[in-house]
């Protein structure tokens, strides 16, 4: 069992950089962030693989936003930058265990509200 938590989600205006932070109880094979906006199916943010660090992102927030980690305690971090009011959404943060899983385990969510 992974337990994840997530924080750093606020309100923001456009432009605005923001910082989200997901704390596990467990070094997986890949963690991943995600969102989901009001009305909108749940969609993939970006992901980071754990041993090497290698990452990869949606078109939509590629060269905006960037996935680092750390192993003291095991944390994932989402840096959002040139936010924009299409970005607002609920942000979770979810871990595959293993290459043949998929993503199974999901913090609660934080929200990120960006202002025009």
């Known amino acids: 069992q992974v337990r994840l938590v997530e924080s750093g989600g606020g309100l923001v205006q456009a432009g605005d950089s923001l910082r989200l932070s997901c704390a596990a109880s467990r070094r997986t094979y890949r963690m991943g962030w995600f969102r989901q906006a009001p009305g909108k199916e749940r969609e993939f943010v970006g992901g980071i693989y754990w041993i090497n660090g290698t990452t990869d992102y949606a078109n939509s927030v590629k060269g905006r936003f960037a996935i680092s980690r750390e192993n003291g305690p095991i944390t994932m971090y989402l840096q959002m930058n040139n936010l924009e009011p299409a970005d607002t959404a609920v942000y979770y943060c979810?871990?595959?265990?293993?290459?043949?899983?998929?993503?199974?385990?999901w913090g609660q969510g934080t929200q990120v509200t960006v202002s025009s």
């Open positions: 979810a871990a595959q265990w293993s290459p043949a899983t998929a993503y199974e385990y």
